[in-house]
């Protein structure tokens, strides 16, 4: 009957082999550099080594286990060959591991994103910890140029699972994929609420020589260099930087092509706006000649507000042309003599500010002519070819 018992017991124990799943129990630490596991129901015992022992980098066995604890392990080599006495080498790295990855292959089928920390830099890429060594090619890191990848180490970032291979330990990663799924999400609502004529703001995102991006979210948008001001702009980054937060009209939308138009001029006071207190009749201001015409001359006061001082009104003697006591580009004093917000149109004088030489007079039956007007009408424009016809 003893022996019976006895061979029952004998036959109750299992075989291990390579590639088993078994449960241990801590038996011992060894110099912490590994443990002395029991494997349950085999009567055998095995080591994990420190580097088995976690899938993070461990100093010491006694940071991850303790003696008398039981965990799932997993057989990868025999040591010895006496079955009776025999030693494996177990690993609960690769188990939880292997774990892991069946997690992971489940999310890829499912098309959900996985989260990490960037754990290396490395020639090509990053190397990430997602519970296994993922990496993620230089050209998915990001979906602009980056010359420096360090500022990456030690960010936890989202990725997109691109190409799985666990018998291989093969796991490619994107963040860039993350990136423009996020942008094209953004995109589409920015256009699904924007309106031609909403009033918004935006940050510089760009500046070009025919104008400056502006994000509005998702959504960049021109603003041409002609609607940066009501004044004249060389240059987009003579006024704008990079970054600044601007508050711009949308001018149109079209969604199918990506475009929005906008402008920031048409947010701020028309240079016109209030001019008859800006540029009151009788006051003197500076400005600068822009445009010379057979009839006159043309002197912007204010940004964007220029004025006509008539032939008449630029020299106390007679002067065939404008161009007798005028460049383009001087500046020069004016007085204001008439001024209209309703028609856009000021009148000014040179000479009302000069001293005069000699005063002509014409004497017709005591008639002294009176100066000429010094408003502009239709014939100043055309000239004085209209004169007489």
């Given amino acids: 009957m003893a022996d019976e018992t006895m061979l029952d017991a004998i036959e109750s124990v299992q075989d291990v082999r390579v590639g088993d799943l078994v449960q241990g129990e801590i038996l011992a630490v ?25 899938t993070i980098p461990v100093e010491n066995v006694t940071d991850v286990v303790s003696i008398g604890d039981i965990m799932d392990l997993v057989v990868i080599s025999e ?13 609960k790295r690769r188990l939880d591991a292997r774990k892991v990855w069946q997690e992971i292959e489940d999310k890829f089928k499912d098309g959900e994103l996985i989260e990490g920390p960037v754990t290396d830099v490395v020639k090509g890429g990053l ?29 936890t970032l989202t990725f997109k699972i691109v190409e ?30 924007l309106v031609a004529g909403d009033v918004v703001t935006g940050k510089v995102a760009r500046l070009t020589d025919f104008g400056a991006f502006v994000d509005l979210g998702g959504v960049d ?3 041409h260099v002609s609607e940066i001001s009501h004044a004249h702009v060389s240059k987009p980054s003579d006024v704008l930087t990079s970054g600044e937060e601007v508050t711009v009209k949308v001018l149109s939308i079209d969604p199918e092509k990506e475009r929005v138009s906008l402008s920031i001029k048409e947010t701020l006071p ?12 009788g006051s003197v201001l500076e400005g600068t000649v822009k445009r010379l015409t057979t009839f006159g001359a043309f002197v912007e006061v204010l940004p964007g507000v220029e004025g006509l001082v008539h032939i008449s009104q630029i020299s106390h003697k007679h002067i065939a042309t404008p161009h007798e006591e005028l460049n383009e580009g001087d500046v020069v004093q004016v007085k204001v003599l008439d001024v209209s917000e309703e028609n856009r149109r ?4 040179i000479k009302a500010l000069q001293e005069k030489e000699d005063e002509v007079v014409v004497e017709e039956d005591d008639y002294v002519m009176p100066e000429e007007s010094t408003g502009f009408t239709l014939g100043d424009v055309l000239g004085e070819d209209l004169t007489g016809k």
Wanted: aromatic letters at 6%; zero cysteines; charged letters at 30%.
């Fill in 127 to 155: 190397v990430v910890d997602v519970g296994v060594r993922g990496f993620v090619p230089a050209s998915m890191v990001s979906d602009h140029f980056v010359s420096d990848f360090s500022e990456y180490k030690g960010q």
């Fill in 221 to 223: 948008g021109l603003v």
């Fill in 79 to 91: 040591i010895g060959k006496d079955k009776e006495n025999g030693s494996y080498l177990l690993s």
């Fill in 164 to 193: 799985i291979e666990p018998s291989e330990n093969r796991l490619i990663l994107s963040h860039r994929a993350v990136l423009e799924a996020e942008k094209a999400k953004a995109k589409e609502e920015v256009f699904g609420k």
């Fill in 346 to 349: 000021i009148g000014l004088s």
């Fill in 270 to 281: 028309g240079p016109w706006d209030d001019i008859e207190s800006k540029a009151s009749v």
């Fill in 30 to 54: 060894d110099d912490n550099k590994q443990a002395v596991v029991g494997i349950i129901g085999a009567g055998v015992e095995g080591v994990i080594p420190l580097k088995e022992l976690s």
